[in-house]
C-alpha cells in the first residue's frame, strides 16, 4: 500500500523519481502522459514500510524495465497545488540514476502503457521543455549538490 492519505478535501502523497542521465550526463530522460503538455521523472508512489531507494530501483523496472542503473540522492521537492478539487500536498524523494547501456531509441513508450512517453531530451535543450516539479532545470543544470524547493501553487 502506498504512503498516501484523504482528509476531507486535502491529499498527501509521497512519491520517489529519478534524474536519469547517460554515462556521460548529456542527455536525460523524461516522459509526459498523453495529453498533457508538460514532461515528469520517472517514478511513483512509496510503499508502506519501504525504503525510498527501494521504491525507486522498483519503480524503474516497472516502468522500464532497467536494474542496473546507479543511483545517488538528489533532493526533495514539495508540490502544493490544487487538482480534481483537493489540494494535494506532495514530497517527493529525488534520486540521479544513469543509465550506462547504449540508447537505442530517443523516444519510447513505458511498460505500464501507451499512454507514457519517454523521450531522451538533450541537457542543452532543457530549457526548451516544461517540466514538473519546478526544481528539475537547476538539478540538470548541478546534480552533484543537494537539492530542495517548495512549489506552493495554492498561495496564487
Known sequence: MDIRYTNDN???F???STLIFNEDESKVLLFNVAGRNFYMLPGGKINELEESIDAIKREVKEELGWEDLEYKFLGISEELVNDKGYNNHQINLIYKGIYKNTIDKEEFKGLEGDWINFKWVDVKEINNYKIYPNIVNEMIKDSNKIHH????LLKQ
Do not use: A, G, K, T
Open 10 to 12: 486535502y491529499q498527501f
Open 14 to 16: 509521497l512519491r520517489v
Open 149 to 152: 524547493s517548495v512549489d506552493n
